[in-house]
């Protein structure tokens, strides 16, 4: 050809990324990798390996050794003696190691790009531009935290020993989210990267040993999703944080239940983006280029349902398609293209399978001629218009360079199509009109939302979802706090379950002659008779009958559910107006002090003093939580990027409380406060064996103005009714204080929505110590932070 030929076609030649000091580094491990253990490379227990593929030309290219439950111990008994020291080392110390590593990357920059791009075949322009710089980035920040550690989470300590789960589509990225922040304060870790894509997590453990890193700090064990499932299942891991997809992140939340581990789960996305009428056009359709062609559409949080504006549409995806016919895939190694192979040939089925369902369903299918090479796994970028929100393609995760579209006519229209989903993870909006994306930003349940943007991601800006799209956040200072846990709970003791010999669900037994009426239920600000028409009476510990409650069962939860669920105003009210009300309440009980403490000395047996005290430091924290409600705000992040990202606190929604037995009126006070300070609506069951100051509660809410279904009371068996609410799908999470069983139950029926748990494992709290038993240790589990990326400056 002639330049001048060349300048008429405009069309690129190859411009291939050297592969040498890769296929060197390959070469030195041509007999098989071994797992990364205390610092060196390990052969597998079994003798057992299998090989890894090139995505782009379906040729092996390593042998990787399986890892089973010999070589799980091992890591994970290297991890456990690393951390004792680990831990010991001063914030500036590990910070010194965080910041080594984040510059042994940036020396090595190239070399892990090209390994990535070869062993997961998405562009070296990504792995170049995104995933290599972006992971320097999460070592650096947390460099940071470590250095500040002291001052920031004095009143925290470490997990322990952290097992990781990584998935195959940015598997040195996550490898660098989720090691970053366990390294740096102070937890050691064994990661099990996919097995489609171990390679960088083998290079970094390799180089970071020579940076220096302690043997042990950071272990690899590779293999398929069995060695995952031994990983989570092992006994001396303090927690487990996995990526990947929902059925078993949904299998990691069950095994784990009951097990006193701590739990992160990132799981798969259907994210919305959202086009109006007076988005900019063209900046919208390259924002669905990034949204979804963007590592082939293997992207948790990709853009993949498009909801354009009626008035728009017919212009949208002319030019949507007519840019769709430019992009370019081939060979990961060029420069040049933009989109690289999938994964691999099961990846590539799946998508073609569900494309084909999306067809047959009535989408109809535009696709990007492609000349893709031979032998690998390669899809064109595809786009599926008019489709049904109910289909398949609109609500399954497709996870590869498929958008589905579907048209929408107002705001309103938009947000609950939008929020149509059994995800929760990201979504993306196009308008010049600030208001309306605000306004619309708040309104969608998602974690993470980009304002004429999508895909922005930094370290300081925290990451996760809400819904099916799991729990927990990382990066940001929300994402440190999922790599520790609070100081003063350490101390915790096991809790002695009363035996409730006094307890009687017949009246019979006793005499009740100084009981006029049996109390009902709080239900949607009124009192409700129990549905079973049954109560159950209190006793006192000198075998005296104190009163009787209602036995409430599965159906009076759902009502109190139904009740809470129409309280969302609560939701929206301002701050100051939950601190008014909370103060309120104060005052009330306040007033009725004498009473309440005369109460909880006959109900416990406590002295007189005990129960005024109980009533004092009740009142106390309530005022706590009036002051915190308008003070537990957001931030604004300031990521090296376009624009800035505000960090919102939002409620959770509907939360079931499970009171413990101890304190019946302060540990209420202090799980139902910071649930209501900060907009969530709570169904509550109290104490089992002194219920009757929750029941004394019922006219000091009734007397406070606060709105019905705000706070929903429910007397009877707090295990049987946390059976319900556990796996009732409009309770968005439960918090339960009781025995191990109960934490156990809870956990495993927690699976069906994912719903965040918030339990103490039979440990007993000091309700009066304010370091354990208020303030942000509950806060920050009362709410979800959402980060709204927006454009600010230029
Ligand atoms: P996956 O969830 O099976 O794999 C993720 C990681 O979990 C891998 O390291 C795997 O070995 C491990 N694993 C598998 N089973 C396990 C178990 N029982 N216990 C512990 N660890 C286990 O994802 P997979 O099969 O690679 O992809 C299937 C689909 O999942 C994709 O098509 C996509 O829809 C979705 N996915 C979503 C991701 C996300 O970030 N949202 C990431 C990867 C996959």
Same mark, same amino acid.
Request: proline residues 7%; contains cysteine.
């Given at each position: 050809?002639?330049?001048?030929?060349?300048?008429?076609?405009?069309?690129?030649?190859?411009?291939?990324?050297?592969?040498?000091?890769?296929?060197?580094?390959?070469?030195?491990?041509?007999?098989?990798?071994?797992?990364?253990?205390?610092?060196?490379?390990?052969?597998?227990?079994?003798?057992?390996?299998?090989?890894?593929?090139?995505?782009?030309?379906?040729?092996?290219?390593?042998?990787?050794a399986t890892g089973d439950k010999a070589d799980i111990d091992s890591a994970v008994a290297a991890a456990r003696k690393a951390q004792v020291q680990w831990a010991q080392l001063s914030g500036h110390s590990r910070a010194r190691h965080l910041y080594a590593l984040a510059r042994m990357i940036q020396?090595?920059?190239?070399? /892990? #790009?090209?390994?990535?791009?070869? &062993?997961? *075949?998405?562009? !070296? $322009? %990504?792995?170049?531009?995104?995933?290599?710089?972006?992971?320097?980035?999460?070592?650096?920040?947390?460099?940071?935290?470590?250095?500040?550690?002291?001052?920031?989470?004095?009143?925290?300590?470490?997990?322990?020993?952290?097992?990781?789960?990584?998935?195959?589509?940015?598997?040195?990225?996550?490898?660098?989210?989720?090691?970053?922040?366990?390294?740096?304060?102070?937890?050691?870790?064994?990661?099990?990267?996919?097995?489609?894509?171990?390679?960088?997590?083998?290079?970094?453990?390799?180089?970071?040993?020579?940076?220096?890193?302690?043997?042990?700090?950071?272990?690899?064990?590779?293999?398929?999703?069995?060695?995952?499932?031994?990983?989570?299942?092992?006994?001396?891991?303090?927690? /487990? #944080?996995?990526?990947?997809?929902? &059925?078993? *992140?949904?299998? !990691? $939340? %069950?095994?784990?239940?009951?097990?006193?581990?701590?739990?992160?789960?990132?799981?798969?996305?259907?994210?919305?983006?959202?086009?109006?009428?007076?988005?900019?056009?063209?900046?919208?359709?390259e924002g669905v280029v990034d949204a979804i062609w963007f590592n082939q559409g293997q992207v948790c949080c990709a853009g993949s349902r498009l909801l354009v504006q009626e008035g728009i549409s017919d212009l949208f995806h002319q030019r949507l398609i007519r840019r769709m016919q430019t992009l370019r895939v081939g060979q990961p190694l060029d420069k040049c293209i933009d989109m690289g192979a999938i994964v691999a040939p099961v990846q590539l089925a799946r998508i073609e399978s569900?494309?084909?369902?999306?067809?047959?369903?009535?989408?109809?299918?535009?696709?990007?001629?492609?000349?893709?090479?031979?032998?690998?796994?390669?899809?064109?970028?595809?786009?599926?218009?008019?489709?049904?929100?109910?289909?398949?393609?609109?609500?399954?995760?497709?996870?590869?360079?498929?958008?589905?579209?579907?048209?929408?006519?107002t705001p309103e229209e938009a947000i609950q199509l939008a929020n149509h989903s059994r995800y929760g993870l990201a979504a993306s909006i196009w308008s010049e009109t600030i208001g309306l994306a605000l306004n619309v930003a708040a309104k969608l349940a998602a974690g993470v939302v980009w304002v004429n943007a999508t895909n922005l991601f930094d370290a300081a800006v925290g990451f996760g979802g809400k819904r099916e799209s799991g729990f927990g956040r990382e990066?940001?200072?929300?994402?440190?706090?999922?790599?520790?846990?609070?100081?003063?709970?350490?101390?915790?003791?096991?809790?002695?379950?009363?035996?409730?010999?006094?307890?009687?669900?017949?009246?019979?037994?006793?005499?009740?002659?100084?009981?006029d009426r049996t109390t009902k239920l709080f239900i949607g600000g009124k009192q409700a008779r129990p549905d079973g028409n049954y109560s159950r009476v209190i006793v006192s510990p000198k075998g005296k009958a104190i009163g009787e409650v209602g036995e409430g069962n599965r159906k009076d939860i759902r009502n109190a559910v139904v009740a809470a669920q129409a309280a969302a105003g609560w939701t929206n009210a301002t701050a100051h107006n939950r601190a008014q009300i909370l103060y309120y309440i104060a005052e009330n009980l306040s007033g009725r002090a004498d009473e309440f403490a005369a109460r909880i000395s006959t109900m416990t047996g406590a002295s007189a003093a005990a129960g005024k005290a109980e009533v004092e430091a009740?009142?106390?924290?309530?005022?706590?939580?009036?002051?915190?409600?308008?003070?537990?705000?957001?931030?604004?992040?300031?990521?090296?990027?376009?624009?800035?990202?505000?960090?919102?606190?939002?409620?959770?929604?509907?939360?079931?409380?499970?009171?413990?037995?101890?304190?019946?009126?302060?540990?209420?006070?202090?799980?139902?406060?910071?649930?209501?300070a900060t907009g969530n609506r709570v169904v509550a069951v109290p104490s089992e064996t002194y219920p009757l100051s929750a029941t004394d509660f019922y006219s000091i809410l009734e007397?406070?103005?606060?709105?019905?279904?705000?706070?929903?009371?429910?007397?009877?068996?707090?295990?049987?009714?946390?059976?319900?609410?556990?796996?009732?799908?409009?309770?968005?999470?439960?918090?339960?204080?009781?025995?191990?069983?109960?934490?156990?139950?809870?956990?495993?029926?927690?699976?069906?929505?994912?719903?965040?748990?918030?339990?103490?494992?039979?440990?007993?709290?000091?309700?009066?110590?304010?370091?354990?038993?208020?303030?942000a240790n509950y806060l920050r589990r009362a709410v979800d932070v959402k980060n709204i990326w927006i454009p600010y400056g230029e």
């Open positions: 050809m002639t330049v001048a030929e060349y300048f008429d076609e405009m069309s690129y030649g190859p411009a291939p990324e050297s592969d040498t000091e890769a296929r060197t580094w390959l070469a030195r491990h041509a007999s098989g990798f071994g797992h990364f253990i205390n610092g060196a490379f390990t052969p597998p227990a079994s003798g057992k390996s299998f090989d890894t593929f090139e995505p782009a030309t379906g040729k092996v290219l390593a042998r990787l020396r090595h920059a190239r070399l /892990i #790009a090209v390994v990535e791009a070869i &062993d997961n *075949g998405k562009p !070296i $322009r %990504e792995t170049r531009d995104l995933d290599v710089p972006l992971a320097a980035r999460h070592f650096y920040h947390h460099a940071g935290w470590a250095q500040l550690q002291e001052t920031e989470f004095g009143d925290q300590v470490p997990v322990g020993v952290v097992g990781q789960i990584i998935p195959w589509n940015f598997p040195f990225l996550m490898l660098a989210w989720k090691i970053a922040p366990a390294l740096a304060l102070g937890n050691t870790v064994v990661l099990k990267p996919a097995e489609f894509t171990s390679l960088t997590a083998l290079l970094f453990a390799e180089l970071a040993a020579a940076a220096g890193l302690p043997p042990g700090v950071f272990n690899v064990v590779t293999g398929e999703g069995n060695t995952g499932a031994l990983l989570v299942d092992h006994p001396d891991i303090d927690k /487990i #944080a996995f990526t990947g997809s929902t &059925d078993v *992140g949904r299998i !990691i $939340r %069950e095994r784990t239940a009951g097990r006193g581990k701590s739990l992160t789960l990132e799981l798969g996305g259907k994210s919305p983006f959202i086009v109006f009428d007076d988005a900019d056009i063209d900046g919208a359709v569900l494309v084909k369902q999306g067809v047959a369903q009535g989408a109809i299918l535009h696709q990007a001629k492609i000349d893709a090479p031979k032998g690998g796994s390669f899809y064109p970028p595809t786009l599926l218009s008019g489709v049904q929100p109910t289909s398949t393609v609109a609500t399954e995760e497709i996870f590869g360079p498929v958008a589905v579209s579907m048209t929408f006519r990066g940001g200072r929300e994402g440190c706090y999922e790599y520790l846990k609070p100081k003063a709970w350490a101390a915790r003791k096991a809790r002695t379950m009363p035996s409730l010999p006094h307890l009687k669900t017949t009246a019979g037994d006793f005499s009740l002659s100084s009981i009740s009142i106390s924290r309530l005022f706590t939580y009036a002051a915190w409600a308008d003070k537990y705000e957001g931030v604004v992040h300031m990521p090296p990027l376009r624009g800035v990202a505000l960090a919102m606190p939002e409620a959770i929604g509907v939360v079931g409380v499970i009171c413990p037995p101890e304190a019946p009126l302060l540990a209420f006070i202090s799980l139902v406060a910071p649930l209501i007397t406070s103005d606060v709105p019905a279904g705000v706070v929903n009371i429910i007397t009877g068996s707090p295990d049987e009714l946390a059976k319900t609410m556990a796996a009732h799908n409009d309770v968005d999470a439960l918090w339960a204080f009781g025995s191990p069983e109960l934490s156990a139950t809870v956990e495993k029926l927690s699976v069906g929505n994912l719903k965040r748990t918030f339990v103490d494992n039979g440990k007993a709290t000091d309700w009066f110590d304010s370091a354990a038993a208020e303030g």
